[in-house]
């Protein structure tokens, strides 16, 4: 399926119905008194959370969505009927900004949220609320409430704790493979992966974390090269990026070191926020090591890095080391995170569904 993470929409809500002014006529009732009913309100077009949708593009294809008018209410004391509403579901995610204003309207973020976009106008008011004892035969009525209307621009910001940064090939994909219960697609060639993946790590009985595998990312993203830096969005809201480092040999002419930095450059364009969040370095592929040589070139990729920090060996393809890495992502989420009942005890298992 083809994932999209931008939509522009209208949406439109339905008109109240107009109240009627009409009186009771009947055979030997002269004078029957007002009878005219109140319009029914118009449908609102409202936005719910669904956790078992990925993408927006929906939204690429349907970009009109107009709820109904109320009926107008009518004589004989009938009242016109409301309008249905429309439910539109979203990703979890998904905010929703004013297309004019650029103003962010709405944050969806939990499964089951749900927010009104445009509410339905009220229905008008028959004559029969307007009687009194100085007005027996009132005429007026009053006409329904105009619905809402409003422009919107969707955009999809998935939601995970942790996030993988790294060249094409790097072995995102792989790693998240081994660690959590995600299954994407993974190859020897650059930009397999062209949207993200989510991946929940379970570390033990009700503990889990979530993980965001992106497309693979290119010096000159910024500018447009490789797939753009476009699906940095997706990590804006990570609390902790992994980038991943393929330290293998195979390429004498790729220095793991340079691609890092580029790397590092493009985040800093995009968006200094994404660049200040923590990061821990994950250098991957140790497997492809000869053991003589593994000390030795991994001492040397660490001393030549510009910036200190956790550093982690591991083999996404043999899982070696992964364990430990994601204990120790468990243990600085629960660090950082609001205070809950911990035993201090971390028990990773990586539980496959297939
Ligand atoms: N030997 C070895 N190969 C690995 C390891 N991790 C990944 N690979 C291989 O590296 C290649 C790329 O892996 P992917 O997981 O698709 O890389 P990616 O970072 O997701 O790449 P893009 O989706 O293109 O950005 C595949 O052939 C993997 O089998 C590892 O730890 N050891
Ligand atoms: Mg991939």
Not at 257 to 284: F, G, H, Q, S
Request: glycine share 12%; with cysteine.
């Amino acid at each position: 399926m083809k994932f999209v993470d931008e939509a522009r929409v209208e949406v439109v809500a339905g008109n109240g119905g107009n109240g009627m002014a009409s009186f009771r006529r009947e055979k030997y009732i002269p004078k029957g008194g007002p009878n005219g009913g109140d319009g029914g309100r118009g449908g609102s077009v409202i936005a719910v959370a669904d956790r078992n949708i990925n993408t927006l593009i929906d939204y690429r294809y349907a970009r009109l969505h107009r709820a109904k008018g109320g009926e107008h209410g009518r004589g004989s004391d009938q009242y016109g009927a409301g309008a249905e509403d429309i439910i539109l579901r979203m990703p979890v995610g998904t905010e929703v900004h004013d297309a004019e204003t650029d103003e962010r309207l709405f944050d969806l973020v939990r499964h089951g949220q749900s927010e009104v976009l445009a509410r339905g106008g009220q229905g008008g008011l028959g004559n029969l609320h307007f009687k009194s004892s100085v007005n027996r035969a009132p005429r007026q009525s009053t006409n329904g409430e105009p619905g809402e209307q409003r422009l919107l621009r969707l955009e999809l910001k998935v939601l995970a704790d942790v996030g993988l940064l790294g060249m094409p090939n790097a072995g995102k994909s792989t790693f998240i493979t081994q660690v959590s219960n995600a299954r994407p697609r993974i190859a020897d060639y650059p930009f397999t992966t062209l949207h993200p993946n989510l991946g929940v790590v379970r570390v033990g009985l009700e503990r889990s974390f979530v993980i965001a595998d992106i497309p693979g990312l290119i010096e000159g993203a910024a500018e447009g090269a490789g797939l753009g830096h476009r699906f940095l969005r997706h990590l804006a809201r990570t609390r902790l990026l992994l980038h991943l480092v393929d330290v293998s040999m195979f390429d004498v002419n790729r220095d793991p070191v340079a691609e890092a930095i580029a790397i590092l450059n493009e985040l800093k364009k995009y968006d200094p926020a994404l660049y200040d969040k923590p990061r821990w370095l994950v250098l991957n592929k140790t497997d492809t090591l000869a053991p003589d040589d593994r000390a030795a070139r991994i001492a040397d990729i660490v001393a030549r890095f510009p910036w200190k920090g956790p550093t982690f060996e591991v083999s996404a393809l043999t899982g070696e080391g992964c364990v430990a890495l994601c204990s120790e992502i468990w243990k600085s989420m629960v660090e950082h995170r609001e205070p809950e009942p911990d035993d201090g005890v971390v028990d990773v298992r990586f539980e496959h569904d297939d």
